[in-house]
């Protein structure tokens, strides 16, 4: 019982990190919109801006989602990493036609999770 109940945490943190890093991305790529509006901005900083963006939001939301924990810190945030690119892929299949998954599609579902796993052990090193 006591261990259904873990799990059962454990979800909801996971699920809060994920809902964290889609926020801290949607601000921070609406700084972003704004300053492609109204600078001198290239949009061929356009990539390389949104990967990072991605990066630093699951990072965040996978420490935070860690942070309370002592153990599977490196599960929880790849968790975390996994849904934030779940979600950003259907929301895009949703909204674009002839969306599909290639080879840049998988590079940054792997980067998602590998993002997801260093936040969850920095955020259960810092619990300590």
Do not use: H, W
Not at 87 to 103: D, H, R, V
Request: aromatic content about 6%; some cysteine.
């Amino acid at each position: 019982m006591e261990n259904k109940l873990e799990v059962n945490k454990n979800l909801i943190r996971v699920i809060k990190g994920s809902i964290f890093a889609i926020i801290i991305s949607l601000v921070l790529l609406l700084i972003y919109a704004v300053l492609l509006t109204c600078t001198d901005l290239s949009e061929t900083t356009m990539a390389p801006v949104v990967i990072t963006i991605s990066a630093i939001s699951i990072l965040i939301g996978s420490s935070i989602s860690s942070f309370n924990i002592k153990k599977q810190g490196m599960l929880n945030g790849a968790l975390v990493g996994l849904i934030y690119i779940l979600f950003i892929y259907i929301l895009s299949s949703m909204l674009f036609s002839g969306f599909m998954i290639g080879t840049k599609s998988v590079i940054m579902i792997v980067s998602g999770i590998v993002a997801g796993m260093i936040g969850g052990i920095v955020g259960v090193n810092l619990c300590r």
